[in-house]
Nanobody, 131 residues
Framework: QLQLVESGGGLVEPGGSLRLSCAAS????????VGWFRQAPGKEREGVSC??????NYVDSVKGRFTISRDNAKNTVSLQMNSLTPEDTAVYYC??????????????????????????WGQGTQVTVSS
């Protein structure tokens, strides 16, 4: 079974940067579409970005600031986060979807913000943006 582990979270000042990493074990992550979600206290889980074989999507609030990428040699997907604001404070999760469960999400990141489309989840990493 695919297992995901996030890392790279921490405390950063407004305007700063962090790079989150989602490391996979058990299977090759390149076979899956991978999404990043975040959940702030008292709020619902929010889809932030997705990378598939054919597409990359970002939620409007992070466009131009966040970049998702794969490193197949390391079996990881990263989320580079720049120009961070206190509104980015949340627990960040990576999730993976396989083709036979949600084909359109797997192929093109369709409905990527829907947590129910994903089959595997990491445990999360805390990102706090504060001065």
């Amino acid at each position: 079974q695919l297992q995901l582990v996030e890392s790279g979270g921490g405390l950063v000042e407004p305007g700063g940067s962090l790079r989150l990493s989602c490391a996979a074990s058990g299977y090759t992550l390149d076979y899956y579409a991978v999404g990043w979600f975040r959940q702030a206290p008292g709020k619902e889980r929010e889809g932030v970005s997705c990378i598939s074989k054919t597409n990359i999507n970002y939620v409007d609030s992070v466009k131009g600031r966040f970049t998702i990428s794969r490193d197949n040699a390391k079996n990881t997907v990263s989320l580079q986060m720049n120009s961070l604001t206190p509104e980015d404070t949340a627990v960040y999760y990576c999730a993976a979807v396989e083709g036979n469960s949600s084909p359109s999400t797997w192929y093109g990141c369709s409905d990527y913000t829907d947590p129910d489309k994903y089959d595997y989840w990491g445990q999360g990493t805390q990102v706090t943006v504060s001065s």
